[in-house]
C-alpha cells in the first residue's frame, strides 16, 4: 500500500449592522428534485437527506483539467488519460467522499467542486445532500475566460443544477489595473449567468507569483511551496484584488482564497467580503499542501468566523488516484484512502480553531 497522503450575487449591499448570519452557505437556493433521468440515487449504503449543522464547509476540489493528467503520474509529466478514464477516476473521487459522508455525520457540510461534463456525480451529490459547484472558466489560462459559449454554459447549469458556478481568477494588483478589464467583464458575464441559473457564485482567487511578462507564462508556487516574499506579500495582494472584483460590482456568495497566518489581515478581509455581501462565507483553499501545511494555511481562520471551511483538492485524491491508475492499489482501496483523508482534513481545519497557530495540531494520521 503507498502513503496516500502527507500532504467550495447580487450588487453590492450596505455593510452588515451586526454579526454575519449563521445561515449555512453551501444550502441549495432551490429546492427542485433531482432529475429523475439524471441517474440521481446516492451510492449504495448512502442515506438520502438534506444535511444540515453548523459544522465547517468541507469541499471536496476535483474539477482539474489539464492538471489532472500531470497528477496522475506523480512526476508532473501529462499522463495519458482519455476522457472517458478521467470520468471514471473523477466517480471514484466521488465514491470516496461519499464512502465516507456516514462518519463525517453532522459535523461538516460537504461539498464537491467539479468540472462540466459529470451529470451522474452532481446528481448523486444532490440526492445526498452534498453541495456542488461546477467550474465554468477555462482550464490553464492565465487569463479568465469561459470555457465554452455562454448557452453551452447556461444549458450545463440548467441540467447539472449545482448550488454554485465557479470561477477562477488569477490576479497579480502590482500589474496595471487595465490589464484586470478584461478579466472583470467576463466576470460579470459570468455572474449574470450563474444568477440566471438560480445558482450562486462562487469565485476562486489565485494571486499569481509575480506580473506576466511578454513571452512567458504565469506560474503558481508548486504543490506546498509559499516563499518567505510571496507569503508576506499575500495579504495584501489579496486584499487589493478582493476589491477590484467587489468594485466591479461583482459580490460573490462565496469566496475560495488562499489561506495563511496573518490572522489579523485575514479578518480585515473577511470585514471587506462581509461588507458587500452579509451573509458571504470564505472557504480555504489546499495549493495540494500535505497535512502540516495545511494547518498553517487554516490558521487564519482565527481572524473571522466568516472562514468558514475549506475546498481542498489533491491533498485528498492525488496519491489514491495516482496509485489507482498505476496499478498499485484497487479501486475499493482508493476509494478508502480518499475517504480518510477527507477525514484527516477536516480534523485538520477543526483543530487550527483549536490549537494555537504556532503550535503543532494534532490531526487524524494520514491514510496509508
Known sequence: MVDTVNNAQTQSQPPSPGPMPVDDPLRRPRSAPADPGAGGKPPA?????????SGPCCMVAFDHRGSFARSLSGAGARADCDPARRAELKLTIWQGVAGALGRVGARARPGILIDRGHRRIAAEAEAAGVAV???????????????????????????LRPGFGKVLVRRNPDEPASSMGGQLRTLRELDELVRAAGARLLVELLIVREPRRAGRRDRRP?????????????????????????????????????????????????????????????LILGAGSEIAGLRRLFSCRAGSERYRGFAVGRTIWQRPISALWQGEISRAEARQAIGDNYLAVIDAFESAARAPTAGPAAARPPAR
Open 45 to 53: 449504503g448512502m442515506t438520502t437527506h438534506t444535511r444540515t449543522g
Open 133 to 159: 459547484a461546477v467550474a465554468l472558466e477555462a482550464s490553464g489560462q492565465a487569463v479568465l475566460r469561459a470555457e465554452a459559449p455562454l448557452p453551452a454554459l447556461r444549458e450545463d447549469l440548467r441540467s
Open 222 to 282: 508548486r504543490p506546498g511551496e509559499q516563499p518567505e516574499r510571496r507569503r508576506a506579500e499575500l495579504p495584501r495582494l489579496q486584499r487589493a484584488a478582493v476589491e477590484e472584483i467587489l468594485a466591479a460590482g461583482v459580490a460573490p456568495a462565496l469566496w475560495k482564497l488562499e489561506g495563511h497566518a496573518d490572522t489579523e489581515a485575514a479578518g480585515a478581509l473577511a470585514g471587506l467580503v462581509g461588507s458587500a455581501r452579509p451573509e458571504a462565507s470564505i
